[in-house]
C-alpha cells in the first residue's frame, strides 16, 4: 500500500476539463489496488494571472514541491497570443515551475493504440509498428536564455544556451533508457549551423563510449521533420533539445492518431510533473468534446515513473485499449467509420475508462 | 529571344549529377524556344574547400554578382558532420552565398503532381488539392546571429536575432504572394516564448492593415508541425523564421510525395539562386540513382521569377508531368504498384524529360 500526496494543476482552458478525469482515474486505482492518495490543487497561467497576478503564484510551487507528483493540464489563453507585447504571460508560469522544479527532462512516448491505426492522416502500414520515446531537454535552450529588444527596440533577440553538464544529464538518461528498449539512440541537432548544437553532438558522441551496447544515429533537425513521417519506425529512443523538442514531438503526435492521446512527464531533480502534450484549445473549452485520455495516460506514467507502480499504470493503459476496442471514440480520434453513437464527451467516455478499472 | 548568362554550381554529392540534367533542359529551352543562355560553373562547399581551402572562394561569388542567374546543387559532406570542432565546413560557404547576395527571401512551391499521390507516407485524401507556397526568410535568425564558447569552453551559445525590417520585406514578399493566390496567409512563430517571434509577430500584424483582402493566421511552430500533416489543405501562403522555415520546408516535403521533387527559389536583393531542397546526400553520390526532378524544377523556377519567362517554364513542368504520366519513376517516388523496369537513374529519366520538351 503507497500512501501519496498527489497535486491537480489544471491551468487553462481544457486542462480543467481533462484533469478532471484523470484525478477520478487516479481515485480508482487508489481503490481497487488499496492505495491512500491524498490530493489538492493549485493555480497556474491565465487562471492565476486572473487570481492573483502572477501566471505561477509561491503558493503553487510551495504546493509542487511538497507534492509526490503533479498532474498538470495545460496553460494559454488566445488573449496573450494576439499580443506580442503584453508583459506577463500564462507560459511564464509553466517555464518557471519547470526551471525551479529542475524538470531537466521531459519524456514523450509515442506509440499507436492498435484500434486507432486508422485515426491518423499517415498510411497505416507505414505506421505499423512505430513505437518511439523522445527525450526532450527542459531547462535550456532558447527558452531560458537572455532575450530583449536593443536599437531601440528595432531588433529583438534570443540567445539559445548548452553548457556540457545539461546534455550528459539528459543524454545519460535517454542512452539508458535506449538500453532497456531496441538499443536504437538517435540525437537530433543542427550542428552544421549552431554552436550550440556542435557542443551537443560532442557530448552525445562522448556518451556514446560509454555505451558500446547502444547504436546511436546523428541527424539534422530539417532531416528528422521529413524522416519521422517518412519511415516514423526507424526510430526508438530520440533525445534532441528544448526547441527542437517541442517541434517534432508536435508532430510526432500524428503518429499516434491524434495529440488527444500523447502524454509526457517531465522528470529531474525533485517532484516529477505528468501533463498531455496538448494544450489549453480554447476552441472547444468549457464544451465537454474534449479528448481525457491524454490526462488519463499521464496519471498513468506519474503512478509508473513517480510511484513506482507498473500495474497499476498498465491498468490504466489496458483499460484505455478496451474502451477503444468496444469502439468508443472522441472526436479527435473518430473517422468515416466510425457509428456516431460512439462518438462521446469528455465525461462520457472517461466513464467508460472508470468502469474498466 | 532573351541573352542570359547562367551560372551553374554544383556543389557537393549529388549536387553534380542533378545540375547536369538541369543545366540539360535550359539547353534545350534556349533552342526550342530561341534564346541565347551561356554557362559558366563555380565551386562551393567541400569540392571548394578540397581544391582553394575556401568553402566559398571569392572568384565564385564574383561569378554569382556577374550572373543572371545561379542553378545551383548542395553542399555538405558526412566528414564535417561528425566532426562537431572542425573550423571550415561546406556549410559556411552555403550561409556565405545567401548573406553576400542578400538571398532573403527563400520560396519553396510544395505542390504534389497528380500522378505521385500514392507516393507519399500521408494518406491521398488528406493529400488532394494541397498547393502551398513557403516564404522562409533566409538571411537572418540564428543561422547568422553571434555564436560561440563560453566559460573556458563548457557552454556553447547562438543568438537568435531579427530587426523590424528584415520581417517587414519577406513579410511583404509573402503578402504579395497570397494577393495572387487564394489570399490566405499563415505566420508561423514561437510567440509565446521567443522575444525574436513577438517582434516578428507585431510587424505581421502591421503589414495585415496594408492588406485586409488577406485573411491571416498566426501558428505557434510546434502546432504548425503537426497540422502541416493533419490538414495540409488548410495552407496557401505560409511565411516564416529561417530556422522554422528549414524544419518545416522539409517535412512539407513528404506532401509532395519526396524530396527529390522540391524545388526552391533564393531571391532578394541582386541575382537569384535555384536549388533543390534536397541535400548532398553521399549515400547515394555516384550511382546514379539521384532524382534528378528538383533540379529541373528549380530550373523552371529559375526562368520563371529571374527570366520573366513563363511559358518556358510551364513547359518543364508539363514535361515532368507527363514523364510521370507515363509512369517513369525514380526510386524515391516508386512505390509497390510501380514497374521495376519503369524506374529509372538520374541520367534516363533526364533523358525522357528532354524528349518531351
Ligand atoms: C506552451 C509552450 C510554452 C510549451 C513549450 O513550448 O514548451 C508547449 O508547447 C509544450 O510543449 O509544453
Ligand atoms: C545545409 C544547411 C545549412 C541548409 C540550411 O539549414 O539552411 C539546408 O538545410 C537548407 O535548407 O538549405
Redesign the interface.
Known amino acids: 500500500m503507497a500512501k501519496k500526496h498527489i497535486l491537480i494543476v489544471p491551468g487553462d482552458g481544457i486542462g480543467q476539463e481533462v484533469t478532471a478525469v484523470g484525478k477520478k482515474v487516479l481515485d480508482k486505482i487508489a481503490a481497487r489496488f488499496n492505495h491512500e492518495f491524498t490530493y489538492d490543487e493549485a493555480l497556474i497561467g491565465h487562471v492565476a494571472i486572473e487570481a492573483t497576478g502572477d501566471p505561477l503564484p509561491a503558493e503553487s510551487l510551495e504546493k509542487m514541491r511538497n507534492s509526490d507528483a503533479v498532474l498538470f493540464g495545460a496553460v ?1 489563453h488566445p488573449k ?3 499580443d ?2 503584453a508583459k506577463v ?1 500564462p ?1 511564464q508560469g509553466l ?1 518557471k515551475m519547470r526551471k525551479e522544479l529542475g524538470l531537466y527532462a521531459n519524456l514523450r512516448p509515442i506509440k499507436l493504440f492498435d484500434e486507432l491505426l486508422g485515426a491518423s ?3 497505416p502500414e ?1 505506421l505499423k509498428g512505430a513505437d518511439i520515446l523522445f527525450f526532450r531537454e527542459l531547462t535550456g535552450d ?2 531560458f ?1 537572455e ?3 536593443k ?1 531601440n527596440g ?12 545539461e546534455v550528459q544529464r539528459i543524454g545519460r538518461k535517454a542512452f539508458d533508457a535506449a538500453r532497456t528498449r531496441r538499443k536504437k539512440l538517435v540525437s537530433v541537432d ?13 557530448e552525445i ?1 562522448k556518451l556514446a563510449l560509454e555505451y558500446p551496447d547502444v547504436e546511436v544515429e ?1 541527424q539534422f ?3 528528422t ?2 524522416i ?4 516514423p519506425t526507424r526510430f526508438d529512443v530520440v533525445v534532441t533539445a528544448n ?2 523538442g ?6 510526432a ?2 503518429i499516434a492518431g491524434s ?1 488527444g492521446m500523447l502524454a509526457s512527464a517531465s522528470i529531474g531533480d525533485g517532484t516529477g510533473v505528468y501533463e498531455p502534450i496538448h ?1 489549453s484549445a480554447h476552441d472547444i473549452t468549457g464544451k465537454g468534446l474534449a479528448n481525457p485520455m491524454a490526462s488519463v495516460l499521464s496519471a498513468a506514467l506519474l503512478l509508473d515513473i513517480s510511484f513506482g507502480l507498473k500495474e497499476e499504470s498498465e491498468a490504466i493503459i489496458s483499460a484505455i485499449d478496451q474502451v477503444l476496442k468496444k469502439g468508443f471514440r472522441t472526436r479527435d480520434i473518430a473517422d468515416k467509420t466510425t457509428d456516431p453513437s460512439m462518438i462521446l464527451g469528455t465525461d462520457a467516455i472517461g466513464e467508460e475508462i472508470l468502469k474498466l478499472l
Not at 154 to 165: C, K, L, P, Q
Not at 228 to 231: A, Q, S, V
Open positions: 494559454g496573450y497570443d494576439n506580442p507585447s504571460r507560459e517555464l492522416s499517415i498510411k507505414i532558447i527558452y536564455g532575450k530583449g529588444r536599437n528595432d531588433t529583438a533577440y534570443d540567445v539559445a544556451e548548452y553548457s556540457r553538464y543542427k550542428a552544421n549551423v549552431l554552436e550550440s548544437s556542435r557542443l551537443w553532438r560532442e558522441q546523428y533537425v530539417d532531416a521533420a521529413m519521422l513521417i517518412k519511415e526547441l527542437f517541442d517541434i517534432l514531438t508536435d508532430e503526435s500524428q495529440m494544450g
